[in-house]
């Protein structure tokens, strides 16, 4: 990678869920991070990490599992969220590179879950508006493509015939299909230039 290399930090959380509401006392909690770095200059996905994060105010349910593939027993080996959050400024620049997810809810998560735990934000400010270093992946395809709704990533995988890899609802294998639909904006000239 030249020193002329764009790098973006291509992120996708999944978090607890269950079928319904939230046991009670429980909130959603991160429990794994998928990141796949794109050299936007290389137009190539440069590296791929998969970080298990512990909970600590909610269990893996057996709906959760059964979507991502995730287990309680999985997550209980996984890092603090404060560790996580710690290698992503450390070992992959997130205050400094800038970063895109599909939609809002991963920064969003991000953002709630640090507040809630008294913990930095992991990534530069602010967490939203013009300034933020945050790309909404969705919203760019979807203008790019001139759809009316924001498709989920699976069919945008479709719209832009690139295959789904991996297992979906896996935070790592996401992240990577979501690197491959902005890899594929960058090659239309769609990517927003101020984001990576």
């Known amino acids: 990678m030249g020193s002329d290399s764009a790098l973006l930090n291509v992120i996708d959380v999944e978090a607890t869920c269950w079928e319904g509401q939230p046991p009670p006392g429980s909130v959603h909690e991160i429990i794994e991070i998928g990141l796949t770095v794109v050299d936007l200059t290389a137009r190539r996905r440069v ?31 996984g890092v603090p969220f404060a560790e996580a959050c710690r290698l992503l400024v450390e070992e992959h620049a997130a205050k400094q590179r800038p970063w895109a997810s599909w939609g809002a809810y991963d920064r969003k998560q991000f953002a709630r879950q640090s507040e809630a735990g008294g913990l930095p934000y992991p990534f530069g400010h602010p967490t939203e508006g013009p300034n933020s270093t945050h790309t909404n992946a969705k919203a760019v395809f979807t203008a790019a493509h001139g759809l009316r709704r924001r498709p989920g990533m699976s069919d945008a995988l479709r719209i832009a015939g690139l295959p789904l890899a991996g297992r979906p609802h896996s935070g790592a294998d996401d992240a990577r299909n979501i690197a491959a639909l902005v890899l594929d904006l960058v090659d239309r000239g769609a990517w927003p230039a101020a984001a990576g």
């Open 47 to 77: 590296a791929r990490h998969r970080i298990p994060v512990r909970p600590v105010r909610s269990a893996v349910s057996a709906f959760c599992t059964a979507l991502t593939g995730l287990t309680q027993a999985e997550v209980t080996r």
